[in-house]
């Protein structure tokens, strides 16, 4: 007999023809060849299949002869079951054998769980009954239960929650290098949102960042997950935050808060410390100015929403700064060239943020309708010739701030947002409850000419969150594929022509 379980040639042809002479010679009993005790124990062919029978009275019935020589048929009997019933007190056994015996052009002899004679002969005998419906169960975890979150009792995935940030880290260092720890935080998932800020030193950028992303105005600000400037920090005139910060929600929102552009403090930093710079600069100030250019490219290039935070009204020299580093922003990575999904030309493909204009620490005469429509006009001159969103995807009027004013009163309505100077209401009520001679008018509250801070900051967040998410790229990118996407952006601002030619000019 060989191992396949087919017979040998002579082995099993004599007896066939003995068969087939009992049956053309077949007489009353007694008289019959084989004699009567041949002929009364006769019993039909063995299955083709090669499956076990229960042993009968028959030595030679029994299937392992078919399947097996002498040899090993006492080895394997000592791994099948007394019982007829297939063993099943290990069910976890069977969910990794489904993981390797599932996949396609995988033998099931070379499946690593399969160990011992008894595994070799489940395969050869072919699946279980129950087999094809764990498969159906099972189809498109793979990944999960190799990794250990599949649940051997109801053969399902557990659906984990996104792990929730307690405060920044950083995505840029101070020395200007990519870091990777914001990995961990991200998903495989294309409903996010990126915003991004820049401005002057001391504008209020990690402050405001903090209360659209995780905190509330009574919270304490040392507690806010982008750490804001300190007393001391600000009695020094330094500057809190360097590189870029990064955070995301648990709505798939993406802040990075950067450090100041043009910032004095970090050229004080430079010049007093004699710190080295790049070969490339030759004078601090063009590495300040280069840094912040950078900066500034790499948000306009990575990020839905970039707003720009100002606390007085306006500086020419911010607006300057926009411009140049839309001009030497990095173009939009166009498709491979045997993509049939690419279309249009260049120029129409290039990418463009939305940008906000933000007045942080507004007085109250800044929120007279008069000056208010005064600064739209202003912005929008200064704004005509950018490519850049400036106009139509934000309006302080939707948001009843102004209930007198029709939607028409704007006739140049950009992308601007008026936030009042951050006071504590409880201690100015508690204060002039004490000085004043009538409780009763002392406990109401002062006329501001705007609505509270913490309103006007709800007002802002649901108009940021409410904006139209622009394909970044060619393609769709998840939480993960935008990760990689910016950190190749980042290293081509680093070493981008345009940005070199630039900083040679200005030394």
Known sequence: M????HSQPGMYGQGRRRRRRRD????????????????RDYA????????????????????????KPPGERSKQNQNVPVSGAPAMEKPIVLIKAREDVGKPGTPPEQSPLSSGPGSSKLEREGQRPTQPV??????????????GLLDPVIGQTKLLSPEKMKHSIKLVDDQMNWCDSA??????????????????QGTGK???????????????QRGYVFRAQTQEIKERGGNQTTGIDFFITQERVIFLDTQPILSPSIL???????????????????????????????????????IVVQDWFTDINLYRFLQTAEMLKPSTPSASHDSTGASGNDEGAEYYPHIVFLQNKARRDEFCPRNLK??????????????????GTLSMLDCNIFPGLSRNYLETEVNLFLLPLQDNDGDDALTKAGAGTSPLFSLLPEYRGHPPFSSLVSKLRSQLLAMSRCQLSHTILTEKNWFHYAARIWDGVKKSSALSEYSRLLS
């Open 206 to 220: 990690s402050t405001i960042m903090s209360l659209l992303s995780a905190n509330t105005p009574e919270e304490d």
């Open 44 to 67: 039909p062919r063995e299955r083709r299949d090669g499956s076990e029978e229960p042993p009968g009275p028959v030595l030679q019935k029994t299937p392992i002869i078919l399947a």
């Open 183 to 200: 990995m961990e935080y991200l998903r495989d998932q294309t409903d996010m949102l990126i915003v991004g800020v820049i401005g002057l």
């Open 134 to 147: 764990y498969q159906i169960q099972n189809r498109g975890m793979g990944a999960a239960a190799s990794s």
């Open 2 to 5: 060989s191992e396949s379980g």
């Open 268 to 306: 004080d930093h430079l010049i007093n410390n004699d710190r080295k710079l790049p070969p490339e600069y030759n004078l601090p100030h063009t590495y300040v100015e280069m840094q912040s250019l950078q900066i500034t490219a790499f948000l306009f290039t990575v990020c839905h929403v970039v």
């Open 24 to 39: 053309r010679d077949v007489g009353p009993p007694g008289q019959n060849l084989s004699g009567p005790s041949r002929d």
């Open 374 to 391: 005064k600064m739209h006009m202003a912005v929008d001159k200064l704004m005509a010739h950018s490519h850049l969103k400036y106009k």
